[in-house]
């Protein structure tokens, strides 16, 4: 754990803290550790019912939007706390919100949904609906056509490799 992160849980658990501010207050930290306490803030506001809006996060803190990974990061652990939270997901909702990810947030959706099929189904890894009319890219090698089937050992789908 980083420092930065580490200093972020002390303040958080003596009382609320202003993320934009506290991180604003630390100008040479990496990307990778001010993402860090945003994840943290973020999975500790669904903990208390009170989540935040990404599109509201992304409006003060800027560097968040023009990382992609990052945005990719953040986005897909509010798909993730939805489903954990028993919400109904629907993928297209969140490739409609982050068009500039939508490519990479698309194919990590599919990987999740695969691997929610591979384990025990429960709240925190239920499947989602998928819309199988869009295009869905598995790994950069597939292209998902149609689900043919579901059973115990996961799911079955027609799709073709793609020409590299």
């Not at 945005?71 to 489903?83: R, T």
Request: aromatic fraction near 8%; proline fraction near 4%.
């Amino acid at each position: 754990m980083s420092e930065l992160i580490a200093q972020y849980e002390r303040l958080v658990s003596s009382g609320p803290v202003n993320l934009v501010s506290f991180l604003s207050s630390f100008p040479h930290a990496t990307a990778a550790e001010r993402l860090q306490v945003v994840l943290s803030e973020h999975e500790r506001r669904w903990a208390q019912s009170d989540p935040f809006l990404i599109e509201e996060l992304l409006k003060q803190l800027p560097w968040l939007a023009a990382d992609k990974d990052a945005l990719l990061e953040i986005v897909l652990a509010e798909f993730k706390q939805q489903l954990k939270a028993d919400h109904k997901v629907d993928p297209q909702e969140f490739l409609d919100r982050f068009p500039a990810i939508a490519e990479p947030l698309k194919e990590a959706i599919a990987n999740l949904k695969a691997e929610s099929n591979n384990k025990e189904t429960n709240s925190a890894t239920r499947t989602f609906e998928w819309d199988c009319t869009t295009e869905t890219i598995l790994q950069r090698r597939y292209k998902l056509i149609r689900l043919l089937g579901e059973g115990t050992f996961g799911l079955r789908w027609t799709s073709s490799l793609i020409d590299r």
